[in-house]
């Protein structure tokens, strides 16, 4: 059934070729059927491979995609970024590109978006290695401690929320891991009502998951105390 909520999709991407294809095809004919009104923004993020190839591939034959690319790689906070200030409509959806969430499950999400202004997807399943899901807990008790957000899985590529909380926050100050949790963090500050959701996870089937790199890991690390910082000094002079 559809309703009428205005849908922008977002799906950051770097060396996706193995998976890009298949995840944008998905989500077309699903937003097809829940809505009349929607986008779907691939943000290529410095891909060497045929990321970007496949995508205007796809765009040729369908006005409802278009891409953003960026010249060098910036990594997840820098796509999660362009994304969010690229979107265009009152609703934005993101989603991982590697094919580990199955898009049907966005029915879970829009009967909520009656009473939730940011509904947050958690993995039910993780399908991940030992190790990453030991690194996600210690995020998780940093992300209490530091900044008080007791959310499942904050982290979990799957969201839909309102173009509102993106046009009412603060520009975001940090680009990396720990910039999904930024974002998250100032809109619950900002009073945004969240919500979360079960979804099930899958085991990516091609390409490289690249997020738990040890490089990766402490500058999320040292970009968390600098957000901290930041947000100490906005509640000191607000």
């Avoid at 619950?188 to 099930?200: S, T």
Wanted: one cysteine or more; proline letters at 2%.
């Amino acid at each position: 059934m559809k309703n009428n909520l205005q849908i922008s999709l977002f799906l950051p991407a770097y060396n996706e070729e193995a998976n890009i294809n298949k995840t944008i095809q998905d989500v077309d004919q699903i937003l097809k059927r829940i809505t009349t009104d929607y986008e779907i923004l691939v943000v290529n993020d410095g891909s060497s491979d045929q990321t970007g190839k496949f995508v205007r591939e796809l765009a040729r034959n369908n006005s409802k995609i278009r891409m953003i690319t960026h010249a060098k790689n910036r990594g997840y906070g820098g796509a999660f970024k362009s994304g969010l200030y690229g979107c265009r409509f009152p609703w934005i959806i993101q989603m991982d590109s590697d094919g580990q969430f199955n898009f049907v499950q966005i029915t879970k999400f829009l009967p909520l978006t009656k009473k939730a202004d940011l509904i947050m997807g958690f993995r039910l399943d993780r399908s991940d290695s030992l190790y990453r899901r030991f690194m996600a807990r210690i995020l998780k008790l940093v992300d209490l401690l530091l900044f008080g957000l007791d959310v499942k899985d904050v982290d979990c590529g799957f969201k839909l929320f309102k173009k509102e909380i993106v046009d009412k926050i603060s520009r975001l100050k940090t680009e990396s891991a720990i910039t999904v949790t930024e974002f998250v963090v100032r809109a619950k500050n900002a009073k945004f009502r969240i919500a979360q959701v079960g979804v099930h996870h899958f085991s990516r089937k091609g390409g490289e998951q690249t997020g738990g790199k040890p490089g990766i890991i402490f500058k999320a690390a040292w970009q968390g105390i600098l957000l901290w910082l930041y947000l100490l000094k906005e509640k000191i002079w607000k």
